[in-house]
């Protein structure tokens, strides 16, 4: 049986690099979307529709237009890091938008296709959900893998000054690899800043995946549809080195690999933005 799969809802318009800012600050005014939103947002009106979609992908929004705590602390204006200006809060924004699958592409490619297709291309991408779904309309998903392109890859379809502006593009998760027979351009998912994501990072979103316990096993980490493992492309040996490095720091956790048991074992657990806390507030 098949998730529900969403797609479009974008407008074709990528996330830009002040969007969830510009829409985390016009809610937090206690404004709602309208149809004159853009002149307060200084965006034209489609754009407009196109944040409150990124708003609700990356997970600042939940439940209509409530704000979601997290980002409450990240983009106020004395929060952590309201431009975006350290890495480690894009590798956080990256998992948020994986896992809240309100847009599916991301989870998709990043958890399942990049596997079946180590290098695969937009028609390889649009072959994939049809065999998962065969009504999703052909037209929405390559529209969908443009948007997706422009967001993480800096040489997308349109201008480089365009696509530079796409909010996930430092990540460098996204390498053009050739080209097909048909000129199709080939693209390969590699995260080569594994050993750089913090560890706090890591452990905030182990703690706020609300289907693990206290005990977590290594698969799980690494092959779960939320896992850490899938959604920052992390090599095993890897996982086990940031796995071990979280038990070193922290010692409310132990990690256990004798036996052939490898499991994440929480003696007690903080809540996930404590976590985030100890990071941003060092």
Known sequence: MTDNLTFSG???????????????????????????????????RNMVN?????????????????????????????????????????NLLHYELCANE???????????????????TKQHFVNFVKDLD?????GILEKDFSVFLRTYSSKGDKSKEDNYSGLMT?????KVVGEDQKKAKRY???????????????LYCI???NNYNNSISFKSLYSDKKGIGNIFCFDQDKLENKLFDI????????????????????????SALEILKLYYEE
């Open 10 to 44: 974008h407008d074709t318009f990528h996330c830009r690099l002040f969007w969830l800012k510009k829409g985390y600050d016009y809610l937090s005014n206690e404004d709602k979307f309208k149809d004159d939103s853009g002149i307060e947002l200084g965006v034209g």
């Open 207 to 209: 703690i706020s995946n």
């Open 188 to 202: 390969r998912i590699e995260n080569n800043n594994q050993d750089n994501i913090p560890v706090e990072i890591l």
């Open 247 to 270: 038990a070193e720091k922290f010692e409310f956790v132990t990690y256990n690999s004798e036996a052939g048991i490898k499991e994440l074992q929480f003696k007690s657990k903080p």
């Open 50 to 90: 196109s944040i409150r979609f990124w708003l609700k992908s990356f997970g600042v929004v939940k439940n209509g237009n409530n704000i979601n705590p997290l980002f409450k602390k990240l983009l106020d204006n004395n929060g952590w890091d309201p431009y975006l200006e350290n890495e480690a809060t894009l």
């Open 102 to 120: 309100h847009s599916s592409i991301y989870n998709l490619i990043f958890r399942e296709l990049r596997k079946i297709k180590p290098e695969f």
């Open 134 to 138: 065969a009504s999703q309309n052909k």
């Open 170 to 174: 430092e990540l460098s998760l996204i």
